[in-house]
């Protein structure tokens, strides 16, 4: 029997904001914003969300995961819509919990092959997975086959982060390994990256905004030499920012893409406004 892929993917990889040229099924979760709840990218999307938390800084802020049975009944679609397989991929099962939910829903629905991946990633570096499984299976390539090079490019994908504050992640348990370093945090603009398990840790203290993002240009400068990359630039409120630092960037590579991507909410929500993400994926 021929296989039929079908893919699903979470609201974490910010696929919402891109064009796809193949149908993808949504998990959502969900945001609670001053009380009222909100299905991401639905309900509320990345501009109208920073706006809102910029002017209410000390708004009620919180996010759930998709539940087990919601991710179960997204299965039974594609399964009930003639697909063989699904290739789910979902944000880091260290900065969240949908991974295991998505592991969990696939006893729930017999009959189908459901392969999970934990990205160990987030925003454009979960949505290039989904990116490259569209293009190999328009190519034809069996599920085995594109589970196995989304797994190599995974080991491929690095992504910095520059926050504003460390209130949103410490408040929502999402920086690990953080103790000792909570002292002096809220004082400085820490460099963050995300580390090789998708787990979010410190990479270097530094006093000021503008040392931080001139740090991080540098290190990516120095990364991504002489190496085939693709760069992607997440920005939360402040994509003036990212613009910025896509020129600096070109400035020293004009031979490569940088793709500027909005963080959606849910993320969003617990890296907080004036957050940029910055990463590349060896090529």
């Known amino acids: 029997m021929s296989e039929k892929i079908g893919i699903v993917v979470c609201g974490n990889s910010g696929v919402d904001y891109m064009k796809l040229d193949y149908p993808v099924k949504m998990i959502r979760s969900t945001l609670n914003l001053g009380g009222k709840e909100y ?10 969300f920073y706006d809102i938390i910029n002017a209410n800084p000390e708004i009620d802020l919180s996010t759930s995961q998709t539940s087990t049975g919601k991710i179960a009944s997204v299965y039974e679609e594609l ?10 991929v979902v944000i880091s099962s ?6 295991q939910g998505a592991v969990l829903a696939k006893d729930m ?3 189908i092959n459901v392969f999970v991946i934990d990205s160990r990633s987030v925003s454009y570096g979960e949505a290039y997975l989904v990116l490259e499984a569209i293009k190999m299976i328009k190519n034809g390539s069996k599920v085995r086959d594109i589970i196995d090079k989304l797994e190599k490019i995974r080991d491929h994908i690095y992504i910095y982060v520059l926050v504003d504050t460390l209130k949103f992640l410490v408040k929502n348990g999402r920086l ?6 909570l002292g002096t945090l809220l004082k400085i603009k820490p460099l963050l990256h995300v580390q090789r398990d998708g787990s979010l840790v410190p990479f270097e203290k530094i006093r000021t905004t503008s040392k931080a993002q001139a740090r991080l240009v540098e290190v990516i400068k120095h990364d991504i030499e002489g190496k085939n990359v693709i760069m992607f630039i997440a920005f939360t409120n402040n994509e003036d920012k990212a613009k910025e630092i896509k020129q600096q960037i070109l400035g020293f590579r004009p031979d490569i893409v940088v793709e500027l991507v909005p963080l959606t909410p849910v993320v969003g929500a617990h890296a907080g406004p004036g957050t940029l993400g910055v990463g590349y994926i060896v090529l």
């Open 39 to 48: 299905e991401d990218y639905v309900d509320i999307q990345a501009k109208e």
């Open 109 to 111: 629905v017999p009959g």
């Open 176 to 181: 690990s390994a953080a103790s000792g370093f």
């Open 94 to 99: 260290k900065l969240s919990g949908t991974y």
């Open 79 to 88: 399964k009930d819509e003639g697909y063989t397989d699904i290739i789910a």
